[in-house]
């Protein structure tokens, strides 16, 4: 049995789709469906099944619309018709999946109980190094004791940068060095420090059920990008008729209402012609093309799940 029928039936059958459609796969579904950040899930991802069509067709029927206008009448006739044609329709999805993915994703919900500021005292720094300098100091002995003033400033330090800065203002004919203490090259020395909440007070990540509408493409590991992405119109069109849920109240933000799932072998993108996977082993240059391949095809509305099978 070729591989891609191998997937379909895995597919089709309900206690072997989990195989397929894991919960690392669900996600990826789920991130092109929604503006949803993976990295927040804190659970695996599961799915809900409302129905699940096998070898969804497109539509045999055909309309046709026409006007007639008599001379001189403002208003034209319009004549709608619908037939079927009686023809076999052509194959448009492997299936077509309409339901939901079930996400957790973390809430943070930590609060500030309390801030602190600090400015430096700069000011009083140089002014002591200075007044700890005999009246005959050189300008080098005024350099280095400038900075090494600096340098016991806490919250923070100035750094080599800042600190010529003020030297170069104090050389350049500055009567008091002391008064550059207060902001150094563009950064106000000003510290800030937040206390929070205790951690482990969040509340449980509570479930949420985004609606979906799926059409697979399955195919094989010979099949061509070219041929893939002429089936994806199909297949979009095969869903058409399927209707989108509304999504609940403080879901992230839809993208696809409907979207196209490539269900295909891990090997397909061990083909180097894919974009990325220049360098590491062969594993790396595989999941380095099937990551950017998900993200060129997510904003075309297209997900890639991959199936290794034995």
């Known amino acids: 049995m070729d591989t891609a029928s191998q997937i379909v039936l895995r597919l089709a059958d309900p206690s072997a789709r989990p195989g397929v459609l894991t919960a690392d796969a669900l996600l990826a579904v789920a991130t092109v469906a929604y503006d949803l950040d993976p990295a927040l899930a804190t659970a695996p991802a599961t799915a809900v099944f409302d129905r699940f069509d096998l070898a969804v067709p497109l539509g045999s029927h055909v309309s046709a619309t026409a006007q007639f206008r008599r001379t001189g009448e403002p208003i034209p006739w319009e004549v709608a018709a619908s037939w079927d044609t009686g023809a076999v329709p052509p194959p448009a999805a492997d299936a077509v999946w309409a339901g939901s993915i079930v996400v957790r994703t973390a809430i943070v919900t930590d609060t500030i109980v309390g801030v602190s500021t600090a400015e430096p005292d700069l000011d009083a720094a140089f002014a002591a190094a200075l007044a700890g300098l005999p009246a005959t100091a050189t300008p080098d002995q005024v350099r280095a004791a400038l900075r090494g003033a600096a340098a016991t400033v806490d919250s923070p330090p100035l750094t080599d940068t800042e600190l010529d800065g003020v030297l170069a203002a104090f050389a350049a004919g500055s009567t008091d060095v002391r008064v550059l203490g207060r902001a150094v090259g563009g950064r106000e020395t000003l510290v800030t420090g937040l206390r929070m909440s205790p951690a482990g007070q969040d509340p449980a990540p509570a479930p949420v059920a985004l609606p979906v509408v799926v059409s697979f493409l399955v195919a094989d590991a010979a099949t061509s990008p070219r041929t893939l ?12 008729r399927y209707p989108a849920a509304a999504a609940p109240a403080g879901a992230p933000a839809r993208l696809h209402d409907r979207l196209v ?50």
């Open 229 to 240: 992405l002429q089936g994806t119109v199909a297949a979009r069109l095969g869903a058409a």
């Open 261 to 310: 799932c490539w269900v295909v072998p891990g090997s397909l993108f061990d083909d180097p012609g894919w974009p990325g996977g220049a360098s590491g082993t062969a594993a790396q240059q595989r999941a380095a093309r099937l990551t950017a391949a998900r993200s060129w095809l997510a904003g075309q509305g297209v997900a890639v799940v991959t199936v290794d099978l034995p």
